[in-house]
Every structure is written in C-alpha cells, then in structure tokens.
C-alpha cells in the first residue's frame, strides 16, 4: 500500500458541524491519532458538511425519503445523515449497516447523545448478506435516493454492495463513496478506486470524484446515473 495520505482537518470552526454532538467530540481534536479516540474511522471535517449540505439539496421534502448507510462504525457520519433528514423537514429514517457488535454499541450511546437514534436503524452484520433482504423489506424498486456505501473496501465488496442496491434506486439517486484514493500498488487489491474505474462500463452515468476530503484513504465520490434536468 501506499503511505497514508489525511485529507481530514482539524482548525475549523466547530460551529460549522450539523449536530452539536460531533462538535463535543471534535472539541481540542488536533490529529487522526485523537480523532479516532473521539468519532472512530470517520470521514469527518469537511467530509460531515458536504454530505449534509448535498443531502439538504437533494432530498424531496414532500415525500418519505429513506438513506442507506453501509459501515456504521461509531455512528458520525450517520449522525448527519439523519441531521439532514430532520434539518430538511423529511419525514424518513437512516438504515445503516454494521458489521461489529462493538461498533454499533458505541455507535447508539452516539445517536442518542445526538437526538437523532429514532431516526435510525441499525442492522448488525455483513452488508453483503443483509442488505438484499432489508432493502427488499422496507424499500420499493426504483425509489431509493440517497446511499452511502462505506463498510468493506475491497474491490468485489464495493461492487457486490453497490449490485445490491442497484434495482433499487431511483433515476436520480445519489450513491457516494468514501476512500477513493488509488491506494494499492502492484498485484494488491484496488479496492474503491478500482470497484469506481469499472463504473462507466458496466453502469454508465456520471462520477463525480473529490480528492481532498476524509482520511486515509482520502476522497469521496458520488455517482448518478440520470439528473432530473
């Protein structure tokens, strides 16, 4: 691999998160070695505020509108996720996926310090193995509009998830992708980077990638497939 690229800052104005929850956790924060003490392996500043800001763009207020979130982790990023909900007057919840028991225990103590855990379910396990069977539960064909896809990162994982929700999304659905870099070298695995190369062949639709954002590895991408014009 690669030596780690951080593109995660730290001298920003707390005041600037969505949820006064992740600025506690982020206040006196100075480095990836404290933050992941505080908010676990997150995105976070400004990963936190573009994933809000474009969910507060895009989401239908008119409608119930459902988030899919693979790779909970210690709940940070979910905890915007459902900010946006709330903040964009959206009646709807955040499914979000993990795979450690561990996790989603620190993960819930986190969403309720931040007033949003009636606004989210957990489901614990492999995304691969339980996303087909929940997504067939509680989501119609062709509606889903917002996804983000961050548990494993290994190149047929992304893809196997992403195959997952596919039938699922609507037309102008929002997919977004953490850790982007092309972080392997050699014969090792080409993890996100090359799950999102093979995108335009087998999926077509836009890819839209942002190199200095999140942690290692650095950069988030968003894919749709059709934008409503």
């Known amino acids: 691999m690669k030596p780690p690229i951080f593109h995660r800052m730290f001298d920003y104005d707390r005041r600037l998160l969505p949820n006064r929850h992740l600025a506690t956790l982020e206040e006196g924060v100075g480095s990836i070695g404290e933050a992941r003490k505080k908010t676990g392996a997150s995105i976070g500043y400004p990963g936190w505020g573009l994933i809000?800001?474009?969910?507060?763009?895009?989401?239908?207020?008119?409608?119930?509108?459902?988030?899919?979130?693979?790779?909970?982790?210690?709940?940070?990023?979910?905890?915007?996720?459902?900010?946006?909900l709330i903040d964009a007057g959206c009646r709807g919840r955040v499914i979000?996926?993990?795979?450690?028991?561990?996790?989603?225990?620190?993960?819930?103590?986190?969403?309720?310090?931040?007033?949003?855990?009636?606004?989210?379910?957990?489901?614990?396990?492999?995304?691969?193995?339980?996303?087909?069977?929940?997504?067939?539960?509680?989501?119609?064909?062709?509606?889903?509009?917002?996804?983000?896809?961050?548990?494993?990162?290994?190149?047929?994982?992304?893809?196997?998830?992403?195959?997952?929700?596919?039938?699922?999304?609507?037309?102008?659905?929002?997919?977004?992708?953490?850790?982007?870099?092309?972080l392997a070298e050699g014969s090792e695995d080409r993890r996100v980077n090359g799950a999102l190369k093979q995108f335009p062949d087998r999926y077509g639709g836009n890819l839209i990638n942002l190199e200095f954002v999140s942690w290692y590895t650095p950069g988030l991408a968003i894919w749709q497939r059709h934008p409503k014009l």
Not at 69 to 79: H, K, R, V
């Open 96 to 182: 979000t996926f993990e795979l450690e028991q561990d996790n989603v225990d620190i993960a819930k103590q986190n969403l309720a310090a931040a007033g949003v855990g009636d606004r989210v379910e957990i489901v614990v396990g492999d995304s691969r193995q339980n996303l087909p069977a929940t997504l067939k539960e509680s989501i119609a064909p062709s509606s889903l509009r917002f996804a983000l896809l961050d548990a494993s990162h290994l190149e047929m994982d992304v893809l196997a998830e992403f195959e997952c929700v596919l039938p699922y999304l609507a037309s102008d659905a929002l997919v977004v992708f953490d850790n982007t870099y092309c």
């Open 52 to 84: 809000y800001h474009m969910l507060l763009s895009h989401l239908d207020r008119s409608r119930e509108e459902t988030i899919v979130e693979t790779g909970t982790n210690w709940g940070s990023t979910t905890i915007v996720l459902a900010q946006a």
